[in-house]
């Protein structure tokens, strides 16, 4: 098939009544990204007459065809009309010999369709196809891959990303290319790179996103792990962590470890791999959340020292945590109390976010009463002392109640409610007595 039209490579595209026979190219039944039609008559004769003096329309209704003749498509390759060279580039029937001529195309969408058939007509080429064409074809995508404009090279090596059938070098091309959206696609998926192509690529001081696509690669090897651990960039490092098909040595990840602390992004992704050493366990222990800390605790791959060393520094960390919200929420407590805004307001929207600390000292501020007490106040679960306490602070029974079912956690069927609505159920002599029986008792 493709012999007599390699023998014709060098006939020259010159006038009309001069075509030159370039031999029929087989068409697969579908090619993505193609939109061919047939013309309607396959006799040579009819098509070149179709093709004298036709306008626009009609020479891109034969650029476009499956059954035009590849003499005429060799012809319109030429054509001075961006329009009808870019189908002529599309259409999987043109000849080999056009092709050549558009690589070189001075219109970038041209060549953008010619990377894009050439790279998807070659896994539907025999061996056999593919060893007669290999110094034409390999040729015209090792030019496309040297094109001047990033986007034509982007098309072809996201074409090629995932293809086996394309010449290493073409793919290693690709992969050093210093513009991204050329690099990464390969660089993530490409079957044809080994681990000394993409140890060239880090070494050659690759972009970040290239770093991240070596990364999220389906197979990371160890040496190429610790290539990209050994860049101590971020994000790269960030996704190797988190890329479960990565093979990463204990050593790495203890060196990983050793500088993470002040890293967020690696702390997650850290903690869930299983190769990690019992030393940086202990080590990510002194610097994660106490979230990741509760997950390094529950692993069953450690030992019981580690275990308890774990779980007592969780304990530890969760104290810490409250403590420091507890002083937060006391700072602004006293704030308000300073600005005369800690009223009911503050308190029902305190209340209703949960913010129980807060309504603690709030309560101790406005009572003149120990944290502590009122801490101790709040646990006896009394309706009447806490509806006591509510009224020395001077809120209204409304916010009263809320204290009682919102923070003590009192049953709706034992709560205090309001006298009229509103109102106290308790005379202000009772109430001044309730709190003094708690306070000399819990005091």
Aim: charge should be negative.
């Amino acid at each position: 098939m493709l012999k007599k039209l390699l023998k014709r490579r060098n006939a020259p595209a010159t006038a009309l009544d001069q075509l030159p026979v370039p031999a029929a190219k087989s068409v697969p039944k579908s090619t993505p990204g193609t939109d061919v039609v047939p013309v309607g008559s396959t006799n040579y004769a009819a098509q070149k007459d179709m093709l004298a003096g036709a306008d626009l329309e009609a020479r891109l209704q034969l650029a476009r065809a499956h059954d035009t003749r590849p003499e005429i498509l060799y012809y319109l390759a030429g054509d001075e009309s961006p329009q009808v060279r870019q189908a002529v580039a599309a259409n999987p029937a043109t000849p080999v010999q056009a092709d050549e001529l558009l690589v070189d195309d001075a219109d970038d969408e041209v060549r953008g369709d010619l990377a894009l058939k050439i790279a998807r007509l070659l896994p539907d080429m025999s061996s056999d196809e593919q060893e007669k064409v290999q110094e034409l074809t390999f040729e015209m995508l090792r030019r496309l891959a040297s094109d001047q404009l990033p986007r034509v090279r982007a098309l072809l090596a996201e074409e090629l990303k995932s293809s086996r059938d394309v010449p290493v070098q073409i793919v290693r091309q690709l992969a050093l290319d210093v513009a991204v959206i050329v690099s990464t696609p390969v660089l993530e998926y490409s079957p044809l790179l080994n681990d000394a192509d993409l140890l060239e690529v880090i070494a050659a001081g690759c972009a970040q996103e290239a770093l991240c696509a070596i990364a999220r690669r389906s197979t990371v090897s160890e040496d190429v792990s610790d290539a990209v651990v050994a860049s101590f960039d971020v994000p790269a490092v960030a996704t190797l962590l988190a890329n479960k098909k990565a093979s990463v040595r204990e050593a790495t990840l203890d060196k990983i470890a050793e500088n993470a602390a002040d890293v967020q992004s690696w702390h997650e992704p850290l903690v869930m791999r299983p190769e990690l050493s019992i030393r940086a366990v202990r080590r990510v222990a002194g610097f994660v959340a106490s979230s990741l800390l509760g997950v390094l605790a529950e692993r069953n791959d450690l030992d019981q020292e580690t275990t308890r060393f774990l779980t007592k520094r969780l304990k530890a960390r969760i104290a810490e945590t409250e403590g420091d919200l507890q002083a937060e929420e006391q700072d602004q407590a006293m704030v308000l109390d300073q600005r005369m805004l800690l009223d009911d307001e503050a308190m029902d929207q305190a209340i209703q976010s949960g913010r129980n600390d807060f309504v603690l000292e709030a309560l101790s501020l406005r009572t003149e009463l120990a944290p502590d007490l009122v801490r101790k106040v709040i646990k006896t679960s009394s309706p009447r002392t806490i509806t006591a306490l509510a009224w020395k602070a001077n809120l209204s029974m409304r916010t009263a109640i809320q204290i009682q079912s919102r923070v003590a956690r009192i049953p709706p069927k034992k709560l205090l409610n309001a006298r009229h609505g509103t109102d106290y159920p308790m005379s202000p002599e009772e109430m001044a007595a309730e709190l003094a029986k708690a306070v000399n008792m819990l005091g």
